[in-house]
């Protein structure tokens, strides 16, 4: 008899989420997570070396080989209990309805959309809002899904600096409103948010983030369900077309375990996922195996820093507090694109990231200068391509036994050209709040990396059916950011977590 009802790997948002429902359901449920939990302290999460970059959670023990489009050759992975959302920016959006949709600018002539559309997704975004107690403001932007219900809190007030960057959007005609935030701001029971300047990037010491190590695996563990942390996963065992047992090593002891269940829930992330679906040998087992690793996005993400007079945000406080979405379906001057991006308040980053993203002596000369800056993040929508992949290396294990995974990723044309005109507009709006004149910065990690193993109703081009299950294997279910069929302009989280509850909900039902 199996030990466990189900196995999830992974414990960021799809582990989190789908284990949820099946906890929930009372299913007997082990979560299996390669990283450590987060100790929570002003000294380790807001001092210069809490920034995750330079936390030991960028686990570089089984490095990524990057020979094309990373900002380094090799990069580590994010690795720790509720994966990166403990160290992430919390901004939590529903993807519009008209990015379920087929769409051949961004897919080409053989577009299929998503085989679920923003209707199949919705109730789950309204329990996915409420399980991360989103804050923010509906009904300014014009791109607006559909909801059914309000958001569970209120947006807090704004930056001084973030007035003026409001005020300079709304001269050019735009709508600017408050990001949706997954930060506790009116739960007295608990912590609120102490409006800090090591938000994004930075674990909060004071647990006001509403992250999943925080709000959800603590829940799930009081519930009955088994964490094995620092626990990795190398292999899926496969007999008569369904995974029997699924083989770690401890990172800790450095011990081999083997655990059983009747189903599993791969959600190691959109690297991880696919990582292990092709050390186990699985794509063999699958129609569209040949896609699995391929069609990886990450969106195309750069920052459009002001360079204010003086400094940027005087009251020295959390800021990340805007989006605009006026140029997401396209541009006036630019009718021949029908999406481009969106565009996001970014806050003057603290000096040790910039120490250690411009490397030298370039960073260390510019580091005091950081006050003067405080920006917009434009992403845009990147196309899906069959060349981005990860593939693996088998003759070159890792000291788990895990082929090297090898990523190449370009950025198409049509990526490039978008990002132009967005760019273009998140400078006109810096100058009018202010700045003198302004600095691109273009982010080249994989923080939104999705798609590896997407979604589809052609079993040819995609690895899983609707249901996020992998066709071939009867009892494995992929539910983290891999399943994306397209990468929409917005940040992934929300909608990672909304179909994770979907497909765990799915899962609870299945024989
Ligand atoms: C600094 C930063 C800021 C971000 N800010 C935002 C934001 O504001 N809004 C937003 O929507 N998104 C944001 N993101 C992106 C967001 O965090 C990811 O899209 C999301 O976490 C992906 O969820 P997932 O379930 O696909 O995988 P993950 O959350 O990455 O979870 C995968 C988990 O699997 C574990 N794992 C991997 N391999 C193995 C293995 N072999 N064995 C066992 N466990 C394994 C990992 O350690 C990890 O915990 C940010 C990311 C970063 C890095
Ligand atoms: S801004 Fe608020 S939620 Fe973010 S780290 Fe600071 S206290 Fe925590």
């Known amino acids: 008899m199996n030990s466990y009802d189900a196995i999830v790997i992974g414990s960021g948002f799809g582990g989190s989420m789908a284990a949820k429902q099946l906890v929930d359901a009372g299913m007997k449920v082990l979560m299996l997570e390669r990283g450590d ?4 302290s002003v000294e380790e999460n807001w001092g210069p070396k809490g920034s995750i970059d330079l936390s030991p959670f960028y686990d570089k023990s089984s490095l990524l080989y990057v020979p094309v489009g990373g900002n380094k050759p090799t990069m580590g992975l994010y690795s720790c209990v509720g994966g990166p959302s403990v160290f992430y920016g919390g901004v939590s959006f529903r993807f519009r309805e008209a990015d379920f949709e ?28 409420g399980i991360l107690s989103i804050s923010g403001e509906t009904g300014i ?6 909801r059914s219900a309000p958001l569970p809190q209120h947006a807090p007030a704004l930056a001084n600096i973030s007035q003026k960057v409001k005020s300079s959007a709304q001269k050019l005609g735009l709508h600017p409103f408050q990001l949706p935030l997954a930060i506790n701001y009116e739960d007295t029971s608990r912590q609120t948010c102490l409006n800090c300047k090591t938000c994004d990037t930075f674990a909060c010491a004071v647990s006001a983030k509403n992250d999943l190590a925080t709000t959800v695996i603590p829940q799930l563990m009081a519930k009955g369900m088994g964490l094995q942390h620092n626990m990795v996963v190398t292999k899926l065992n496969v007999q008569n077309g369904r995974i029997v047992s699924v083989d770690c090593v401890s990172k800790t002891t450095k011990q081999q375990h083997t655990f059983t269940a009747d189903k599993f829930i791969l959600a190691a992330g959109s690297l991880g996922t696919p990582h292990i679906l092709l050390s186990s040998g699985l794509p063999q087992y699958n129609p569209g195996g040949d896609v699995v690793g391929r069609y990886l996005m990450r969106h195309l993400n750069s920052i459009i820093f002001g360079i204010f007079p003086g400094v940027a945000d005087k009251e020295g406080r959390f800021h990340k507090q805007l989006a605009i979405l006026d140029y997401y379906f ?26 250690n993203e411009l490397k030298g002596v370039l960073g260390k000369m510019l580091s005091p200068a950081v006050k003067l800056l405080s920006g917009l993040l434009a992403i845009v929508e990147d196309q899906p391509q069959y060349n981005n992949a990860l593939t693996i290396d088998a003759s070159n294990p890792d000291e788990f036994g895990l082929p090297r995974p090898i990523i190449n990723h370009n950025y198409s044309d049509r990526d490039n050209a978008a990002m132009k005109i967005l760019t273009d507009e998140g400078k006109k709006i ?14 080249r990690t994989f923080s939104h990396a999705v798609g590896t193993v997407r979604m589809g109703a052609n079993e040819k081009t995609s690895a899983l059916d609707e249901n996020c299950r992998f066709r071939g294997i009867e009892n494995l279910y992929v539910t983290d950011g891999s399943v994306m069929p397209t990468s ?9 977590a909304a179909n994770a509850l979907r497909v765990g909900e799915i899962i609870t039902k299945s024989n």
């Open 37 to 40: 939990w987060v100790k929570r």
């Open 488 to 496: 929409a302009a917005l940040n992934p989280s929300l909608t990672i």
């Open 102 to 129: 087929k769409n051949e600018q961004i897919e080409g002539k053989d577009a299929q959309g998503w085989p679920i559309k923003y209707n199949d997704l919705e109730s789950y975004y309204t329990q996915a809002e």
């Open 430 to 443: 810096m100058k009018g709040a202010g700045a003198l004149t302004h600095y691109v910065h273009e982010i």
């Open 330 to 355: 396209g541009h006036p001057k630019a009718p021949e694109f029908n999406k481009l991006g969106s565009l996001q308040q970014m806050p003057t980053p603290p000096g040790s990231v910039v120490e």
């Open 141 to 146: 932007d014009p791109t607006e899904p559909r």
